[in-house]
Nanobody, 119 residues
């Protein structure tokens, strides 16, 4: 099973920046997709951004132009650079990894890291 360890959350003022990191370990298989999701209490977890192992990215409309996802395949690490943060970006951010073994899909989640943006 893949273990994901996130870091980089915290408290920042509106307009500020944060960089999240997520390191994956415990797998001998290539991780195809890594991504970030976020969730607030009482709400569904929502996509923030994903990146494939060949660098294709996908972003939620709400973060396009402000957030940048990147990854280091050699270290199985994904990053989320968050700029121009808004109070509505406040949430627990979760790292996700997806991989396939033949035709079977697997995924794993990190423990989450809190991001709080004050107005």
């Amino acid at each position: 099973q893949v273990q994901l360890v996130e870091s980089g959350g915290g408290l920042v003022q509106a307009g500020g920046s944060l960089r999240l990191s997520c390191a994956a370990s415990g797998t001998r298989y290539a991780i195809n997709i890594m991504g970030w999701y976020r969730q607030n209490p009482g709400k569904q977890r929502e996509l923030v951004a994903t990146i494939t192992n060949v660098g294709s990215t996908n972003y939620a409309d709400s973060v396009k132009g402000r957030f940048t996802i990147s990854r280091d395949n050699a270290r199985n690490t994904v990053f989320l650079q968050m700029n121009s943060l808004k109070p509505e970006d406040t949430a627990v951010y979760y790292c996700n990894a997806v991989w396939w073994v033949f035709t079977t899909r697997y995924d794993s989640w990190g423990q989450g890291t809190q991001v709080t943006v004050s107005s």
